[in-house]
Structure formats: C-alpha cells, structure tokens
C-alpha cells in the first residue's frame, strides 16, 4: 500500500462507492429500499468523521487524503441533495447555490493544486456539510416516517446549512484567492 493509501484513506474512497449505492436504493420506490438508503447514508456520513479523526490521531494525514475527503463530502451530499430536488422534497434554488459553491471551490482547489497546493477543508466548510448532512438525515428519516413536522425541522436546518454554504464559499475564496494569485 503507498504512503498516500492509507486507512484513513480508503474509507474516503468507501464513502464515494456509498454515495452510488445509497442513490441507487434511494430512488427505488419500496419501503424496505428507502430504509437500506437511509441506513447507507447514514454509515457514509459516520465514515466521515472516522476518518479525519484517524488521520490527524495517528499522524497519517496525506496530501491525497486531504484531497479526496471534501470531494466524498461534496460527492454523498450533492447526490443526496440531487435526489431530493428530484423527488421534490429540496428546492432546485436551493441545490444549485450549494452546486456551485461545490464546483467553485472545487476548482479553486483544482487551482491550487496545479501549484502544488493543497487546500484542505476548513471550519467552516467542515460546519457546513455537518449541518447539510444533518438536513439530510431528517429528509431521507421522513421519506420512511412521512411527518409534517420532521420535514419541517428538516427545512429549518436545510436554510442554515444553505447559509453555512454561502458563507464558507466565501471564506474559501477569500483565503484561496491569494495563494492563486502570484
């Protein structure tokens, strides 16, 4: 294994795989398929935090780890998110503004890297797709219990996430704006 694929590492890589997979369950129409993506999207979530609390635990932080781990984040959220907008639960308006923020800070990174930079997630960024992924718990929990009040509270979480999102692509930018131009 090289130094770059580590533990850490490969649950990054793990959480992308489930990202398919949970999207793949989710649209199916059966209860039983909707409860296996939650369950999925759930797991994925938590390979989230294990992840980056191994790495920086046992010192094994990776340039291609740091790389990876906010494209996975972006990647089970904008999938979650784009299924949702499809089954009618989030607002368009909505996932595009956190689209583009991801697409604008991806290729801020993308950037960067040219350079030889690495841009890692920072606070906020790492706030911002904890509150997403909680909006995102509560609409894949209702699209099994069908509350009113759960989707609610879903909504109410989702438009702090979005302003999460707004704010932290702003912070990324202009931080990263002056390691992009010499």
Known sequence: MSKQINGPTVLTMLRMIL??????FVLLPDQWAKITAFVIFVVAAI????????????????DLGAFLDPLADKMLVDLAFLVLVYLNVVPIWVFAIILVRDLAIDGMRMMAARNKITISASFYGKLKTTVQMIALVIFLLNLILNQEALYIVGMVILYVALALTVFSGIDYISKGRGLLIK
């Not at 390979?47 to 932080?61: E, F, L, Q, S, Y």
């Open 47 to 62: 390979t989230d935090k294990i992840d980056g609390h191994w790495a920086r635990k046992k010192k094994i932080v990776t």
């Open 19 to 24: 990202s398919v997979v949970f999207m793949a």
